[in-house]
């Protein structure tokens, strides 16, 4: 009986062994850490850090867009973010903030799932969004991202920002 739960034992073991060519998935890793602090600078406008986050060819995707942005897009569409609204907000706390990062066979992606918050400069709106991204590294870079939320409240800051600038 003694070897019988030995040998068992050694078999669990050996089959919960991390094998990079497999899935496994990380909390608290460098890039799940590297994602956490680009939220950090995305929320204080610090672009110098962000740029190095990532590779030359990014390519980003957003849901509701058939466009795909580069990463001579990104810090554009972050700016228009500050300027259509005020007190942005994710919460960097452990239960409100979640990201892992996980090897798929030889892929690494990050997720982040977070709430974002802030008031509409134009609709004077308060908004509360659920977010998931999905980072796809290369290296130490990210090259692919996508954005998955709802996009209505930004819709509406959009039209009502043209509405006032085409006057």
């Known amino acids: 009986m003694k070897n019988l739960i030995f040998l068992c034992s050694l078999v669990l073991l050996f089959s919960c062994g991390n094998n990079n060519s497999g899935f496994y998935s990380t909390l608290n890793d460098s890039k799940s ?6 939220l950090e600078n995305y929320l204080s406008k610090n672009y110098e850090p962000m740029g190095a986050f ?6 980003l995707f957003v849901s509701g867009s058939d466009d795909t942005l ?10 228009l973010h500050h300027t259509l609204f005020s007190n942005i907000d994710i919460s960097m706390q452990d239960g409100d903030l979640h990201v892992e990062t996980s090897n798929y066979g030889g892929e690494v992606w990050s997720k982040a799932y977070f709430t974002w918050n ?4 134009f609709s004077k709106q308060a908004v509360s969004n659920t977010v998931h991204i999905a980072y796809r590294w290369a290296g130490d870079r990210v090259i692919e991202e996508h954005h998955y939320s709802d996009r209505t409240a930004f819709e509406n800051e959009i039209s009502l920002y043209s509405e006032i600038n085409n006057k």
């Open 33 to 38: 850490s590297a994602i956490k602090m680009q």
């Open 54 to 59: 990532y590779h030359d060819s990014l390519m």
């Open 70 to 79: 580069h990463y001579s897009d990104v810090f554009e569409g972050i700016e």
């Open 118 to 121: 802030a008031k509409g400069r």
